[in-house]
Nanobody, 118 residues
């Protein structure tokens, strides 16, 4: 059974950096596209970044140039490096396995809270 566990959230000042980690287990990470989503208070969950199984990354416009998604299949890990953080980045960040027909459905972690505040 797929399991995703996020870590690395916390309180950071505007302009600071955080690195989120997603530990994957119970499935072969290498065959799936993986993504980070976030949900701010009172808002809908939104896609932040996605990395394909062949390492192509895409980002929502609001984080381009500041965030970097990466993956380390051998370690079953996915990361989100967040730089130049802004108060608007405050949210619960979720790791997601993007479902793939004939292989497996979507899977979500429970999230990690990032708070950007002075």
């Amino acid at each position: 059974q797929a399991h995703l566990q996020e870590s690395g959230g916390g309180l950071v000042q505007p302009g600071g950096s955080l690195r989120l980690s997603c530990a994957a287990s119970g499935f072969a990470l290498s065959i799936y596209n993986m993504a980070w989503y976030r949900q701010a208070p009172g808002k809908q969950r939104e896609l932040v970044a996605v990395i394909s199984n062949d390492f192509v990354a895409n980002y929502v416009d609001s984080v381009k140039g500041r965030f970097t998604i990466s993956r380390e299949n051998a370690m079953n890990m996915v990361y989100l490096q967040m730089n130049s953080l802004k108060p608007d980045d405050t949210a619960v960040y979720y790791c997601k396995r993007e479902g793939r027909p004939a292989y497996g459905v979507d899977a979500w972690g429970k999230g990690t809270l990032v708070t950007v505040s002075s």
